[in-house]
């Protein structure tokens, strides 16, 4: 038997109910509020991620599918897709500031688990250009929008980590203190110690929850600009009523970000999107001096949290004769209803258990002309305003 790659998921039933689902509400939210949808391939070249997300980031040191193709090109199966849009807005859109949402599939090599894959799905926005705290605030307040309408309950998470620089300085404080301490840390955050400091903060061993709780705060090391900055997309929160928690070690684990980060934390704590604010970026890449702001959801995690919505049909048509059945299914189309058929003129019995399968309340029987109301359980002759009243 050929078996399933070790981390990718197929999405089927309940699941893909659910993917489609929340699929549907990231487009109606977010292009109905001005985003346009982009669709950025899947491969780029190793360089992008290198120089955008940092060489020494642990998506670039240990989590990317990166391979030569048959012509010696270094190239990888994306990661993230936010560096991928930068790319697109320099290539095609520098000149203007633009807002941008993509939706699709990202890899990493990751320790598979629930609620963590190889292969996952991110819905995302993005505001790049010449952007203001404005922009800072639509990113947070369409996410907000996107999330309510899938009802779900989570905490905004917010945090300043200052310029790039500002980051640095902090960095070589927070290593000597980890170091310092380096016997109490964890095996994993040991590891990190080196080569990716500030990715200890957002650990959730147990060990390593005293020596973060104690360690130095990044707001500490931020300019007066970014603070200032900061506050005033607080203040504009605050007015309206948009609850947040503030959270310092929220420092996120890519190079590109400055000033604002924020996630979404589910009931569970599960972080169900995240993002921030990157304007050095078209700069790291070279490729012009704009600006962006943007957020990306983890779908497999939304999905895994809501409950099924059942939007299916409620009708399902069976029958043996080909020309009745046929005319049928022309009736009700022709009337805009939605319904299940058999995928072929099955035995009756087949055909009426697979609609029952289904958990239709009708079932159209074509031979007899008659409609079956399963939940009263009684059955009446064809009438169409029955199906269109549904
Ligand atoms: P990140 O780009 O790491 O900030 O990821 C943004 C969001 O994508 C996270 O908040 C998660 O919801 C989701 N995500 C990231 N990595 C994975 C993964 N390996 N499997 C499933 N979802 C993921």
Known sequence: MIEQVKGTQNIFENDADKFLYIRNKFFSVFNNSGYSYVQTPHLEYSELFEKSIGQNSEIVTKQMYQFKDKGGRSLVLRPEGTSSIVRY???YQKDITNQYSYFGQMFRYENPQKNRYREFTQGGIEII???DTFSDFQIINDSI??????????TLEINTIGSIKDRENYTKELYKYFKLNENELSDESKEKLEINTLRIL????????PI??????????????SLNKYGLLKTILLKN????????SLVRGLDYYNDLTFEFVGEDGLVLGGGGRYDRLAEILNIGTFNGVGVAFGIERIMNTITAKNTNPKIYIIGLNLEKITSYCHLLDKNGIDYYKPPRLSKINTQFKNAKNFNVKYVVNTDEDTIKDLENNISIDFNIEVLIDN
């Open 212 to 225: 973060i709780n104690k360690a130095p705060v990044i707001t500490a090391y931020v300019n007066e600009e």
């Open 202 to 209: 957002d650990s959730n061993n147990q060990e390593d929850i």
């Open 145 to 154: 929008k996107f999330l309510t309408e899938l009802e779900l309950k989570f």
């Open 89 to 91: 807005h320099s290539q």
């Open 129 to 131: 250009g010449n952007i």
């Open 241 to 248: 009523n948009i609850p947040f928690k503030e959270n310092t």
